[in-house]
């Protein structure tokens, strides 16, 4: 037990890595329950062969992976594939999205990797919140392996490892790590993070008092379809209803006011039922936009559309505040700022509050948020601006090992802007989103961000 809790402390000590913004935690648990439909397709390669079948197996995979980056699959009971690309540049990055804090993400993170080491022989694995090579192999000798799996599973339950790292402790596979990080860059995301904690409590006492005004309003200024609409989307956001159940709702609407939605051609897909032709990923960059749609057309005066917009604003706010925003809320957020005045939605709010007799009180406290909006941008924008490092620092060390495929491991949220760099450079891509079926600790995940940021990265 001494030489246990020994090994354990060595191991602890090293544990300084960064941190993945990843996708918010409740919208990544949906949307799970969604990519789980389609795990038919994601079938595990047999592997019952002789060593020297299993090296010449892997030498053909990774020519076929080269050829068609399609050819990839990663077991069902792991994750999902949920979008590919094929390159010209001879070069494959294999995403796969962080999902910071869970456990069962990240056990499941650690089989999609050992099945691509053993299919595809794919060694290198590239990480966000990590700048340097340093791994844990040279602990290998200190303990057996089931020694080693226990430290390593308590560690990854206490949010201290990741899968990676789970993997590179508790296996003997040949694993090679690099971190992608730009120190820098990623040192400004860590100061805005604990900048943001010093008023994110009062900032979401705000937001939430005026989130609550909004919807004691909403029955004296929505129409039926809105009311319809907005108690949709809460039910599904509450979990009372499903996915499926909230867009046929939407749906219905759509096809009652006669609504054009041949922009948002996975929503139709997925309305009728077509699974197995439909790109999730696409289908969920369409929500926000055609959610916007349908409000524009069933919305009949100027009140009903700005207390829409508020709304939206708030609930937006609510989630920077949690660091629980999905891109496409972000790009939303960027392309309408005027939207996110706190002093206008409190103005709003309280003139139609008098006007409607509620007597509802507003709280005068807008500059909670609206003082801290450029330290919140900040943390957002810093975040975005790692990327690029990202991208280029996978690209400096396979091109130093010489080598085609690589893993990359970055939250959800950077999934867009990296795939569209990825794909700028000419690199096949597949995008692995590994399954998830438990809630994350949300103060598990928020001091495990504090936690990881406050020593920097190695």
């Given at each position: 037990m001494k030489?246990?809790?020994q090994v354990l402390?060595?191991i602890?000590?090293?544990?300084?890595?960064?941190?993945?913004?990843?996708?918010a935690?409740?919208?990544?648990?949906k949307?799970?329950?969604?990519?789980?439909?389609?795990?038919?397709?994601?079938?595990?390669?047999?592997n019952?062969t002789?060593?020297v079948?299993?090296?010449?197996?892997?030498?053909v995979?990774?020519e076929l992976i080269?050829?068609?980056p399609?050819?990839?699959?990663?077991?069902?009971?792991?994750?999902?594939v949920?979008e590919?690309?094929?390159?010209t540049n001879g070069?494959l990055i294999?995403?796969?999205?962080d999902a910071h804090?869970?456990?069962?993400?990240?056990?499941?993170?650690?089989g999609?990797i050992?099945s691509l080491?053993?299919?595809?022989n794919i060694?290198?694995?590239?990480?966000?919140?990590?700048a340097?090579?340093?791994d844990?192999k040279?602990?290998?000798y200190?303990?057996?392996?089931?020694v080693?799996k226990d430290i390593?599973d308590?560690l990854?339950?206490e949010?201290?490892?990741?899968?990676v790292?789970?993997?590179?402790?508790?296996s003997?596979?040949?694993i090679l790590?690099?971190g992608v990080?730009?120190?820098?860059l990623?040192?400004?995301?860590?100061?805005?993070?604990?900048?943001?904690?010093?008023?994110k409590?009062?900032?979401?006492e705000?937001?939430?008092?005026l989130t609550v005004?909004a919807?004691?309003?909403?029955?004296?200024?929505?129409?039926?379809?809105?009311l319809?609409?907005?108690?949709?989307?809460?039910d599904?956001?509450d979990?009372t209803?499903?996915?499926?159940a909230?867009?046929?709702?939407l749906?219905?609407?759509?096809?009652?006011?006669?609504?054009s939605?041949?922009?948002?051609?996975?929503f139709?897909v997925?309305?009728?039922?077509?699974?197995?032709d439909?790109?999730?990923?696409s289908?969920?960059?369409?929500?926000l936009p055609?959610?916007?749609?349908?409000?524009?057309?069933i919305s009949?005066?100027?009140?009903?559309k700005?207390?829409y917009?508020?709304?939206?604003?708030?609930s937006?706010?609510?989630k920077m505040?949690?660091?629980?925003?999905?891109?496409?809320?972000?790009?939303?957020?960027l392309k309408?700022k005027?939207?996110?005045d706190p002093?206008?939605?409190?103005?709003?709010?309280?003139?139609?509050?008098?006007?409607?007799?509620?007597g509802?009180e507003i709280?005068?406290?807008?500059y909670a948020?609206?003082?801290?909006?450029?330290?919140?941008?900040?943390?957002?924008?810093?975040?975005?601006?790692?990327?690029n490092?990202?991208v280029?620092k996978s690209?400096?060390r396979?091109?130093k090992?010489?080598?085609?495929?690589?893993?990359?491991i970055?939250?959800?949220?950077?999934?867009p802007?990296?795939t569209q760099?990825l794909?700028?450079k000419?690199y096949s891509?597949?995008?692995?989103?590994p399954?998830v079926t438990?809630?994350t600790?949300?103060n598990?995940?928020r001091?495990?961000?504090?936690r990881?940021w406050a020593?920097?990265?190695?």
């Open positions: 030489k246990l809790l402390f060595v602890s000590l090293g544990c300084i890595f960064g941190v993945s913004l990843c996708y935690e409740t919208v990544w648990e949307r799970q329950k969604v990519l789980q439909d389609q795990n038919e397709q994601n079938v595990s390669v047999p019952e002789t060593p079948e299993q090296e010449k197996s892997k030498s995979a990774s080269e050829e068609n399609f050819n990839i699959t990663v077991p069902a009971e792991y994750g999902s949920i590919s690309s094929k390159g070069k294999v995403h796969i999205q804090a869970n456990y069962e993400a990240q056990k499941n993170i650690a999609i050992e080491i053993d299919n595809y060694t290198l694995v590239l990480m966000e919140g990590k340097t090579d340093r844990f040279y602990l290998r200190k303990a057996p392996l089931d080693r390593a308590n990854l339950k949010g201290i490892f990741n899968g790292n789970y993997l590179d402790l508790a003997s596979y040949p790590i690099q990080e730009d120190k820098n990623y040192d400004i995301n860590g100061v805005a993070l604990w900048d943001m904690d010093k008023f409590d009062i900032a979401l705000y937001v939430n008092k005004a919807d004691s309003i909403k029955p004296k200024i929505y129409n039926a379809e809105l319809a609409m907005d108690k949709a989307k809460k599904y956001e979990e209803i499903s996915l499926s909230y867009y046929k709702i749906d219905d609407i759509i096809k009652k006011k006669n609504i939605i041949e922009e948002f051609p996975n139709a997925f309305v009728k039922g077509e699974i197995k439909l790109n999730i990923n289908l969920f960059k369409e929500e055609l959610a916007n749609k349908i409000q524009e057309a009949e005066n100027d009140d009903q700005a207390l917009r508020i709304s939206k604003a708030l937006i706010m609510d505040l949690n660091i629980k925003m999905v891109p496409e809320e972000y790009d939303y957020f309408n005027e939207d996110f002093q206008a939605w409190a103005d709003f709010l309280k003139t139609k509050s008098d006007e409607l007799g509620l509802i709280s005068n406290n807008y948020v609206s003082d801290n909006l450029p330290t919140i941008e900040k943390f957002y924008s810093s975040a975005i601006d790692r990327e490092a990202f280029r690209e400096d396979m091109n090992d010489n080598i085609k495929s690589a893993i990359l970055a939250g959800g949220f950077h999934t802007t990296l760099l794909n700028d000419a891509y597949i995008v692995i989103s399954k438990t809630k600790d949300d598990l995940y001091q495990t961000l504090k990881q020593p920097g990265i190695e």
